[in-house]
Nanobody, 115 residues
């Protein structure tokens, strides 16, 4: 099993930046895809970005050009750099890791963007 712990959430003004981190309890070399999802109040959880073990990335259209996902396998950590934040980015952000096809989720970290 994989345990994930997110950090880096908080309150930020519109136009600002924030970096989220997700530390895995096991070597990320054993994990294929890692990613970030988010869930705003009253809305379904949605994909933000993913990154494979080969470094291939995928982004939601709403964050392309503003967010960057990266991973550091030596630190067993995946990051989400968020720039030019908008109030509509306000949500709980969840880290996910896929190991042998099974998804493992973190507890989530709140990001609030004030206008």
């Amino acid at each position: 099993q994989v345990q994930l712990v997110e950090s880096g959430g908080g309150l930020v003004q519109a136009g600002g930046s924030r970096r989220l981190s997700c530390a895995a309890s096991t070597s990320t070399f054993s994990i294929n895809t890692m990613g970030w999802y988010r869930q705003a109040p009253g809305k379904q959880r949605e994909l933000v970005a993913t990154i494979t073990s080969f470094g291939t990335t995928n982004y939601a259209d709403s964050v392309k050009g503003r967010f960057t996902i990266s991973r550091d396998n030596a630190k067993n950590t995946v990051y989400l750099q968020m720039n030019s934040l908008k109030p509509e980015d306000t949500a709980v952000y969840y880290c996910v890791a896929y190991q042998r096809g099974a998804p493992y989720w973190g507890q989530g970290t709140q990001v609030t963007v004030s206008s």
